[in-house]
């Protein structure tokens, strides 16, 4: 890994950016937010990393027809607080609110209405970026179309991302309807989300790793049509006080939680109601969760097979996890639905993605991850660089073929120690 001190500025208007982006004296630049990547797409490596978090302003919201434009430090959770009120939401979120506009664009996040709705960038209708060469643009899918579609899902390297606007999702309340329906087979899963795709705007499934069999609880939801628009509020209910011992994450333990938690979701109700940030931001509540894998942190997997490879490779990837007991008690399943992503990198396409969370045992997990990889790569399926480490070069080019495309609209100023690693 790459120790070299980064140097950092956090400007806090955008008439201070220009003379940033334009120092010769750090070629290499990096815009970043609030850094909830798991891997090191936000690190530059003796460059310089521009934190935008001071930028974070609403520039204009239209509560009529539900069209957002903000910084790009904004978070969701300032944007979510400000919209629902007036009965909008986010058109899609990932499982935290502490992201920011600029990095929601950057990832292309997607959600649990993947099916329903695309990823973030579907509903982005312009953006503002600052180039290396101090040049504005605004780029939207008809102006600049290459260089919108290289920034979404481009993770900071086609420039600096000043502003986002974006179509936001009209909702009926703050409250969502939720139907509970423990699964103990593969099939069964993809039972579930096959018949939930017409009728509920938001699905997943928590599975059981630390087993050979699959159990799993999946969850759908649709929005209670009356029930109020109260915003809610970032006080977190509680925090992991101190970092656990790195032997408290392991197969025992890991395996008791997750009986624990299938047989505690077998005797809920099937049905319940639930406010948005309940629903969807359950890790919010827990401030510094990290903490419960210790100093050496975690490192997280997420791939998507596609449609026609999934029951063979994600058999072949749960069987493999299991064998390795190095289970992950964050185990997160899921279909991604048709619907394309404007994004060159963009990382959701039709198929089954999986996402794990696995205590770092140093080269164990590496060489874990490395035999989950030859699975992946034999169905073609591709690893989301925003949860990623450690992914080789080839991988990389495999998950996505567009990349130079990519690489030729990348702007020379931007670099990170992602690119850096996976472009050689």
């Given at each position: 890994m790459d120790r070299r001190p980064q140097h950092w500025a956090r400007p806090q208007f955008r008439d201070e950016l220009g003379d940033l982006i334009r120092d010769p004296a750090w070629p290499e630049k990096l815009a970043i937010g609030l850094r909830r990547s798991y891997g090191d797409s936000c690190l530059n490596s003796g460059g310089a990393l521009v934190d935008m978090t001071g930028l974070d302003r609403l520039i204009a919201f239209d509560p009529l027809s539900g069209r957002l434009r903000g910084e790009a430090g904004v978070s969701l959770s300032e944007a979510i607080r400000h919209i629902v009120p007036h009965g909008w939401f986010l058109p899609t979120t990932p499982g935290t609110r502490f992201v920011t506009l600029g990095g929601a664009v950057a990832n292309d996040v997607h959600g649990k209405n993947h099916h329903m709705a695309g990823t973030f960038g579907s509903s982005v209708t312009a953006l503002g970026l600052l180039r290396g060469d101090g040049s504005r643009v605004m780029a939207t899918p008809t102006t600049e179309p290459d260089l919108f579609r290289a920034t979404i899902g481009g993770l900071g390297l086609t420039g600096v991302i000043e502003w986002v606007e974006f179509a936001l999702a009209p909702i009926p309340s703050g409250l969502l309807d939720v139907e509970i329906a423990p699964f103990e087979t593969l099939e069964a899963f993809w039972s579930l989300a096959a018949e939930s795709v017409g009728s509920h705007a938001h699905t997943v499934a928590w599975i059981d790793c630390a087993t050979s069999?699959?159990?799993?609880?999946?969850?759908?939801?649709?929005?209670?049509?009356?029930?109020?628009?109260?915003?809610?509020?970032?006080?977190?209910?509680?925090?992991?006080?101190f970092e656990f011992p790195g032997f408290a994450l392991n197969r025992l333990s890991v395996g008791a939680f997750n009986e624990f938690y299938y047989r505690l979701h077998k005797m809920k109700a099937a049905r319940q109601r639930q406010d948005y940030q309940t629903y969807f931001y359950p890790l919010d509540s827990i401030r510094s969760w990290n903490r419960l894998y210790g100093v050496r942190g975690m490192r997280q997997y997420q791939c998507v097979i596609p449609w026609g490879e999934e029951r063979v490779a994600l058999s072949a990837l749960l069987a493999e996890i299991a064998r390795a007991g190095q289970a992950s008690?964050?185990?997160?399943?899921?279909?991604?639905?048709?619907?394309?992503?404007?994004?060159?990198?963009?990382?959701?396409?039709?198929?089954?993605?999986?996402?794990?969370?696995?205590?770092?045992?140093?080269?164990?997990?590496?060489?874990?991850?490395?035999?989950?990889?030859?699975?992946?790569?034999?169905a073609k399926g591709a690893l989301y660089p925003a949860k990623d480490g450690r992914m080789p070069g080839d991988m990389f080019r495999l998950s996505f073929p567009q990349w130079e495309t990519f690489a030729r609209l990348k702007d020379p100023a931007m670099n990170s120690d992602f690119w850096r690693r996976v472009s050689q």
């Open positions: 069999g699959v159990r799993g609880v999946f969850t759908r939801a649709n929005w209670v049509p009356a029930g109020g628009l109260a915003p809610h509020n970032d006080r977190s209910l509680g925090a992991i006080p008690f964050l185990a997160v399943l899921k279909t991604f639905g048709d619907k394309s992503s404007p994004g060159l990198l963009s990382f959701p396409r039709p198929g089954t993605t999986l996402a794990l969370d696995f205590p770092n045992r140093g080269e164990r997990t590496l060489s874990l991850m490395g035999r989950l990889d030859a699975i992946v790569r034999e």
